[in-house]
């Protein structure tokens, strides 16, 4: 079955502007996570969401905003962009609610801020 | 909160030798724990876990070792090939914590000479 989708793959942006990253789960999985990968932090822990509700946030501010849909496609936006947000943004799908269902990464959104 | 550290950043092994990744964490608290693979350009994909109920566990090649006791998890890999270059990362999961939030550790590059 086809894993987690992220796109676009390569993003560049100017400091300023907003954007939008999308991610498809693994069909069936209801649990939608993002991560922030910086070769000076790791990853980071951005939000979860399960069956269209945030459930858990991270300490990121509150630029960095996301949303589910009824069909458990993600999307999560950042606006205002700064330099340091320049990452590989991951996201994670899971059957069901919580890290003990196992969690299955996509290939990630590599945005570069310029 | 954000504790699971590494014990060494890079690791380097001869092809067929077992190779040991070591990850100390904080958090006694933490209920379970997922190794992960990275290859370059790639999401991190799912290696082994275990639950705190557990010491040991083994997958094809690898093992995962767990001592509660000195906060300790380290994973081996038997006969290391090639291919099994990459960054390795140990993530875990706080059992008070909201569910699905993994904190993940820096992360330990390991390269496999022929």
């Known amino acids: 079955k086809a894993g987690v989708t992220q796109t676009p793959r390569y993003l560049i942006k100017t400091r300023g502007q907003q954007v939008t990253l999308s991610c498809s789960p693994i069909?069936?999985?209801?649990?939608v996570s993002w991560y922030q990968q910086t070769p000076g932090q790791g990853l980071q822990f951005l939000f979860e969401?399960?069956?269209?509700?945030?459930?858990n946030k991270g300490n990121f501010p509150g630029r960095f905003s996301g949303r589910q849909f009824s069909n458990s496609r993600s999307e999560m936006n950042v606006s205002t962009l700064e330099l340091g947000d320049s990452a590989l943004y991951l996201c994670?799908?899971?059957?069901?609610?919580?890290?003990?269902?196992?969690?299955?990464f996509g290939s990630g959104t590599r945005l570069t801020v310029v | 909160g954000e504790s699971v550290g590494l014990h060494l950043p890079t690791l380097s092994v001869q092809e067929g030798d077992n190779s040991i990744i070591n990850c100390a964490y904080s958090?006694?608290?933490?209920?379970?724990f997922i190794w992960y693979k990275q290859e370059s350009g790639k999401g991190p994909q799912f290696i082994i876990d275990?639950?705190?109920?557990?010491d040991k566990r083994q997958g094809q090649r690898v093992t995962v070792l767990l001592n509660k006791t000195v906060k300790h998890l380290s994973l081996q890999i038997a006969a290391t090939q090639p291919g099994d270059s990459a960054v390795y990362f140990c993530?875990?999961?706080?059992?008070?914590?909201?569910?699905?939030?993994?904190?993940f550790g820096r992360g330990t590059q390991l390269t496999v000479w022929p």
């Open positions: 994670a799908s899971s059957a069901g609610q919580g890290a003990s269902y196992g969690y299955t």
């Open positions: 069909s069936g999985h209801r649990s």
């Open positions: 969401y399960f069956s269209e509700t945030q459930r």
């Open positions: 958090n006694s608290a933490s209920d379970y």
């Open positions: 275990i639950r705190s109920n557990m």
């Open positions: 993530a875990e999961r706080d059992r008070g914590s909201t569910l699905g939030r993994l904190y």
